[in-house]
């Protein structure tokens, strides 16, 4: 097929679709963030057995993603992204009747399984669909849509908690999904997907293997890990912060506190133009170092300086976060969905695993020790990019 150009009325609608896809996904994904501390105090658990309603549903995203990742290339994708969004978006409204912990955490493993199917697909979609030229930006758009979606959803159900209760701030997100749903599936274009020559075609296995033996692509695996392990840490437990002396701020001011993800949306479309630009490696490392300046900023006693780091932290994680998935789902290896797939996995189970484990370090040290922790992750990520970037340099023509 022709890759469809910038400009083009099926790239904007592409474009469009990606962005509400992005958005309904981490609405559903990250809605429950902003509530963790209601929860913590509704159910008489720790803040780090509070992160379980978080970490499970972006655990179970994380292993489900492998698995389609593997068999994504046999379905109809606009059919399979759609479907995920229905059935997620019912999983939530009905996860608003659930009064047991138990069955919570149940509802939101099985969310994470069903949400598999928008970021296992979409980027694969992209880079299927789009000239390469402007794929920095599609994909930097389809970010955008992501963190207005979180946004979105942790200020909804924040808002709706202060004035209702959770169950109705979880089935109010779970609703505007499901509306916002429809709009996905009218935009989004069937486009002819690229084939693949039936001798590069290999098992679930092989498949995942060839990944890793990409020179270069494991340290974007590794970058999607680190990148999230920070972010989810410290989106977790800064509701817990500043709801504490000396802040006393509400739940739905501490909802409003995720408006910088405005920030994130601005920074992944502008930061991917950028790195279209002048090069992914250089601007990858520009963004994680705007990342680490800002988690250290989160330090000051002062809330507005506090909200000023989490908004540079947002901004630089969100650009490199844009920029590490356009440049796997490009990479130039034959099975870009498995690829991102591997990616995104990552990119879950660093978020999953170190957004839970790091709650015990939060409630020994406190909050510097997610901050030195956050810092510690920064510099490996860094150190990671400019692996990568060597690889690539090297690989380049004379």
């Not at 709009?183 to 693949?196: D, I, N």
């Not at 844009?322 to 490009?330: A, D, E, G, K, Y």
Request: hydrophobic share 50%.
């Amino acid at each position: 097929m022709t890759d469809i150009h910038r400009g083009t009325t099926a790239f904007k609608k592409i474009n469009a679709a990606l962005f509400i896809g992005g958005f309904c996904t981490f609405a559903i994904l990250w809605g429950m963030q902003s509530l963790l501390p209601e929860i913590a105090e509704e159910f008489s658990v720790s803040p780090a057995l509070s992160s379980l309603v978080q970490s499970s549903t972006t655990l179970s995203l994380a292993i489900t993603l492998l698995i389609i990742g593997a068999f994504a290339h046999k379905f109809d994708q606009k059919h399979l992204m759609t479907t995920s969004l229905v059935v997620s978006s019912i999983l939530v409204i009905f996860s608003g009747f659930l009064s047991s912990f138990g069955l919570l955490i149940a509802f939101r493993i099985l969310q994470g399984i069903t949400l598999a199917g928008i970021p296992a697909v979409a980027m694969a979609y992209l880079a299927n669909a789009i000239e390469g030229k402007s794929l920095g930006f599609s994909m930097g758009l389809y970010i955008s849509g992501s963190s207005i979606g979180g946004m979105t959803g942790r200020i909804v159900s924040g808002f709706l908690t202060d004035y209702f209760s959770w169950n109705v701030a979880v089935m109010g997100v779970g609703l505007i999904s499901l509306l916002a749903t429809a709009l996905f599936w009218y935009l989004l274009p069937k486009v002819e997907k690229k084939v693949v020559p039936a001798q590069k075609q290999t098992g679930m296995i092989r498949s995942f293997l060839s990944s890793f033996k990409v020179p270069g692509l494991p340290y974007l695996f590794l970058n999607g890990f680190l990148l999230s392990a920070g972010f989810v840490s410290l989106y977790n437990y800064i509701g817990f912060v500043l709801m504490d002396p000396p802040y006393y701020l509400s739940q739905t001011l501490v909802g409003f506190i995720f408006v910088v993800y405005l920030v994130g949306t601005f920074s992944s479309t502008w930061m991917g133009m950028l790195s279209d630009k002048y090069g992914k490696g250089r601007i990858l490392k520009l963004s994680i170092s705007i990342l680490f300046i800002g988690g250290a900023l989160t330090l000051h006693p002062n809330l507005w300086l506090i909200v000023l780091g989490i908004a540079i932290f947002t901004f630089g994680f969100f650009g490199a976060h844009s920029i590490c998935s356009s440049w796997v789902s490009n990479y130039g290896n034959e099975n870009n969905t498995q690829a991102t797939s591997i990616y995104l996995f990552a990119y879950y189970f660093g978020g999953s695993v170190v957004g839970t484990l790091s709650g015990t370090l939060f409630y020994a040290v406190g909050w510097s020790g997610i901050v030195a922790m956050i810092a510690a992750l920064a510099v490996l990520s860094f150190l990671s990019a400019f692996r990568v970037t060597i690889i690539k340099k090297h690989q380049q023509p004379a």
